[in-house]
């Protein structure tokens, strides 16, 4: 088996997560996070009229349960859309944490 190419820059690869999408175990984890980031920016910016921009801002926000409050949801729907994504922030950043961790561990043993 061939050995894979290693990144030609390989802090944005890590910074963007990309080790992550390349990882077998994490690439689901990392599909569903960004799924959940996308399909929660169109939302936003469909229900509530945010610019692209501020609904991105506002999905990462909450998931990071953050909330600067800056922005908020005026509408029922989008209330409870934010309750269910400040829920499921705190596991999927738990989630992608634990496969960081998994694979940039310094102490790791490499055969």
Do not use: C
Request: hydrophobic share 50%; aromatic share 16%.
């Amino acid at each position: 088996m061939g050995q894979s190419k290693s990144p030609k820059f390989p802090l944005l690869y890590r910074f963007l997560l990309l080790d992550l999408y390349h990882d077998p175990m994490a690439r689901t984890i990392f599909i569903y996070a960004a799924a959940h980031v996308m399909i929660g920016t169109f939302l936003y910016h469909w229900l509530e009229g945010w610019n692209w921009l501020d609904s991105l801002y506002f999905v990462i926000i909450t998931l990071a349960t953050i909330g600067y409050g800056d922005l908020s949801p005026t509408r029922p729907i989008t209330k409870l859309i934010t309750i269910f994504y400040a829920i499921n922030g705190i596991a999927i950043l738990l989630m992608l944490y634990d496969q960081v961790r998994r694979l940039r561990d310094p102490l790791k043993h490499h055969p």
